[in-house]
Nanobody, 126 residues
Framework: QVQLVESGGGLVQTGGSLRLSCAAS????????VGWVRQAPGKEREFAAA????????YYADSVKGRFTISRDNAKKTVYLQMTSLKPEDTAVYYC???????????????????WGQGTQVTVSS
């Protein structure tokens, strides 16, 4: 089992920045990848960014590329999502998700994650 706890959400104005954190615990040695997935009110979950735990390789959705940066601290077992140039359309609950599946592919969006955090709200005011 892997437990994930997100933090760092809040209210920010358009153009502002926030950094989300995802602290992992449990069988973290089994983690293959970690992603951030967001869900806006009335919409389906949307992939934002992912990172390969071992190599640090990253992948971004087009909607956040150039504005968001995903990173990890192996020692702290924590994944970060630095968000800049925020827009009202970035408003959503942001979930951290992890996978221990050897078959996971970083480019497959929201698929393949078997552990999820509780989410943290990000609200961008216009």
């Amino acid at each position: 089992q892997v437990q994930l706890v997100e933090s760092g959400g809040g209210l920010v104005q358009t153009g502002g920045s926030l950094r989300l954190s995802c602290a992992a615990s449990g069988r973290t040695d089994d983690m293959i990848g970690v992603g951030w997935v967001r869900q806006a009110p009335g919409k389906e979950r949307e992939f934002a960014a992912a990172i390969i735990w071992s190599t640090g390789g990253t992948y971004y959705a087009d909607s956040v590329k150039g504005r968001f940066t995903i990173s990890r601290d192996n020692a702290k077992k924590t994944v970060y999502l630095q968000m800049t140039s925020l827009k009202p359309e970035d408003t959503a609950v942001y979930y951290c998700a992890a996978t221990t599946s050897a078959g996971w592919i970083i480019y497959q969006g929201i698929k393949g994650y078997n552990y999820w955090g509780q989410g943290t709200q990000v609200t961008v005011s216009s």
